[in-house]
């Protein structure tokens, strides 16, 4: 066979192999909500960063840390000197201060168990990525499911059609009732489920409801647009380079590109000679 | 002037005759192909590497308790520093694409066998280097791969008979991986590049004592040579423009493709990992390392040395084959089993990538037979390419005369 034809096709087949074989590691599928920081044009929404802040400052930082980010940094997207000042004082800072957590990492420890991690880096740090970190906040139960879940643990046990309908409900595995059960007593012990979460069970309680925040600019305040809006902030904190690389990127393509086919052009001349 | 000058240069340090000897007119077979683009190639990512890494150097910590940020501070605080770190840490992985495809090239072309063994060895050495040289670079930034992948492979070498553990202590200079480990992991990492640097100046001079080989693998004699300069400069640097265009549109629009989220985590000691993966340019011989679980106790050395001993039998290349003709493509066996070995090398890294206990088909097949049987045609490749060209067993077709 030939060499090229193989080479493409065993390349194709290393890069399609890992997600194959990794399709099973617990936790529901992910949401695949549309980011607008995604792709070649990709850019941050402004106004969904100025919200998202709102919601890290007012809800988020009551546990977790944002390290990486000043107050002060506020400004580079869009927030006035007045509104960083606001939301420095609203924590108790000033504005050359860290985003830092309202709560001690001892407090933390005592009421969680663990120190919540820093969620500076979190978009970047677990597989998924934004959607990971979205599907984490929308991933609770929802008021119907807990219902149904009451319904369902009235009587004595959970029937077997009662567990198909949970399982379908909270994206769990219909062929491993024993691990439904368990789910639905850890769920009446009052520990915190949620479908994305990989093992179903963590420390962190429900941090995000609808109307948790209200938004100076009349946006609508369901739980998906806050989840949505604070996960736009976390990835530019994440990666607040990310305009800066993507516009730079088009230049230096564009020029290689360019580049690469006078290059070609020249090779080809040059080696007209010899024939 | 400027002649002249030359000429006084000239007369005491003859520096045009090496460069009209050894570039501009120094003779190359006229009938390379592509895949002979890639030498320069890796010679280009290896200075992108050095420059990089030296900028990186100024503003990163080796300190346990500073590493992690200070790569943070470099990416977030530093003038173009994310430019920096995604130049470097997307370079090491297309450094071993293009090495990798050097090496196949080098395979499939008989490019190993007399009288280039000693510039093969070499090539093998540097891969060598380059292994330790990313693997200690992967330590730096001090995330949670970072320190479980250094905890887990420095932690092979206590299989080793007799010296074995203390031979860890030693390498992590104390009980565990640490501070200690990550100070002298930056010092040897910064230093194995140039020495690497150093062994390619020799692999040059050792191709330039024999000369390139080519796809037709014969000899070539003068007439159907040609100057390296213009030739091979512009095709050269047509490739470079090629890989820049691949190369960087991972850095600016894929960045972080190849690199694991749980590296941006802070290393914890305390806190292993669900799933230890290494970069993926080590995957296969990850997955040899872990097929070899079913001789008790001596597993474990057993997998350290099927290990090292899957790339140091390269080494054995130029004896294991005896055909008469050098290049596959007149060798119709042996391009066969080149496949062969070439797709095995891609399942290995596909199961180096999953769990150990992982299966497929339902349960069927458990990942460590798919690893097992792997690493059995891998080594079975260099006693096959042995046995059929030391037998005689492969009839090779007719070579042309010339290229
Ligand atoms: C053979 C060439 C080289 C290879 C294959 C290599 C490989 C690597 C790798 C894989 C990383 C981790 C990247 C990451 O995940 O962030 C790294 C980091 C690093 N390297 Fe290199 N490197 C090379 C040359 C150099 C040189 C010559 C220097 C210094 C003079 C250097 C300095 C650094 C520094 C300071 C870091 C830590 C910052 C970071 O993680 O981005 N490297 N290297």
């Known amino acids: 066979m030939d060499f090229r034809k193989i080479a493409t096709i065993a390349a194709m087949l290393l890069l399609l192999a890992p997600q194959v074989g990794m399709a099973s590691s617990g936790g529901a599928p992910l949401p695949k909500a549309d980011w607008t920081f995604k792709g070649v044009f990709g850019r941050f929404d402004p106004a969904a960063l100025k919200r998202g802040a709102q919601v890290a400052n007012e809800v988020c930082l009551g546990c977790h840390a944002i390290k990486y980010i000043k107050y002060d940094h506020l400004r580079s997207i869009g927030l006035t000197e007045a509104e960083v000042k606001a939301f420095a004082e609203a924590q108790g800072k000033n504005k050359k201060d860290r985003m830092l957590s309202a709560m001690s990492d001892a407090d933390a420890k005592e009421s969680f168990g663990v120190v919540p991690p820093d969620l500076s880096l979190m978009t970047k740090a677990r597989k998924g990525y934004e959607n990971y970190t979205y599907g984490i906040l929308t991933g609770y139960l929802t008021e119907a499911e807990t219902e149904m879940i009451d319904n369902a643990t009235s009587d004595d046990a959970l029937s077997d059609e009662e ?80 305009e800066a690389r993507k516009s730079l990127g088009i230049k230096v393509i564009l020029y290689l590109i360019l580049l690469t086919v006078m290059l070609f052009a020249v090779k080809r001349r040059v080696w007209a000679k010899l024939h | 002037m400027s002649k002249s000058l030359m000429e006084w240069v000239d007369e005491r340090i003859p520096v045009s005759d090496l460069i009209k000897s050894q570039a501009t007119e120094y003779p190359t077979p006229k009938n390379l192909n592509y895949w002979w683009n890639f030498g320069s190639l890796a010679l280009t990512v290896l200075i992108i590497m050095i420059l990089t890494g030296l900028f990186l150097a100024m503003h990163y910590k080796p300190d346990a308790a500073l590493a992690f940020d200070s790569v943070e501070h470099i990416m977030r605080d530093v003038n173009y520093g994310w430019l920096l770190r995604y130049l470097h840490a997307n370079g090491a992985t297309f450094f071993f694409i293009v090495i990798y495809i050097h090496i196949l090239r080098g395979m499939y072309y008989g490019s190993y066998r007399a009288p280039r063994e000693i510039l093969w060895w070499l090539g093998i050495v540097i891969f060598f280097l380059m292994m330790g040289t990313a693997f200690m670079g992967y330590v730096l930034p001090w995330g949670q791969m970072s320190y479980w992948g250094a905890a887990v492979i420095t932690n092979l070498m206590s299989a080793i008979p007799l ?241």
């Open chain 1, 163 to 242: 567990i198909k309908q949970i399982a379908a409900k909270l994206h769990l595995d219909a062929h491993n009732p024993d691990y439904v059960r368990e789910v639905v007593r850890r769920i009446g012990a009052g520990d915190n489920f949620n479908r994305y979460f990989p093992g179903n069970f963590f420390a962190m309680p429900q941090p995000l409801t609808a109307d948790a925040v209200e938004y100076a600019d009349g946006t609508k305040t369901t739980l998906e647009q806050h989840s949505n809006d604070v996960v736009t902030f976390l990835a530019w904190a994440a990666e607040p380079s990310l």
């Open chain 2, 163 to 403: 010296v074995g553990p203390d031979l860890v202590t030693w390498i992590w200079g104390g009980f565990a991986v640490g501070d200690p480990t990550l100070n002298r992991f930056f010092v040897l990492h910064f230093l194995l590049p140039f020495v690497l640097f150093g062994a390619v100046f020799v692999h040059l001079w050792a191709l330039h004592a024999v000369h390139s080989n080519n796809p037709v693998g014969i000899d070539v004699p003068h007439k159907d040579t040609i100057p390296f300069h213009p030739y091979y400069t512009i095709k050269d640097v047509y490739g470079v423009g090629v890989l820049l265009i691949v190369y960087l549109s991972f850095v600016f629009y894929a960045p972080n493709f190849f690199l694991e989220p749980d590296n941006y985590i802070p290393a914890n000691p305390m806190q292993t990992p669900a799933h230890i993966v290494p970069e993926w340019y080590f995957l296969p011989f990850y997955a040899i390392l872990r097929s070899i679980d079913f001789l008790g106790s001596f597993s474990k050395l057993a997998g350290v040395l099927a290990m090292g001993g899957s790339i140091a039998i390269w080494f054995l290349l130029p004896f294991l084959d005896r055909s008469p003709v050098r290049s596959f493509r007149y060798r119709p066996l042996s391009r066969r089993l080149f496949w062969i070995f070439f797709i095995d090398t891609l399942i290995l890294g596909w199961v180096g990538y999953n769990p150990a206990d992982a299966t497929v088909l339902d349960g069927a097949l458990p990942m460590i037979t798919i690893g097992r049987t792997a690493t059995f045609i891998y080594f079975g490749y260099f006693v096959l390419l042995w046995a059929i060209t030391a037998f005689g067993i492969e009839k090779p077709n007719e070579v042309p005369k010339s290229i």
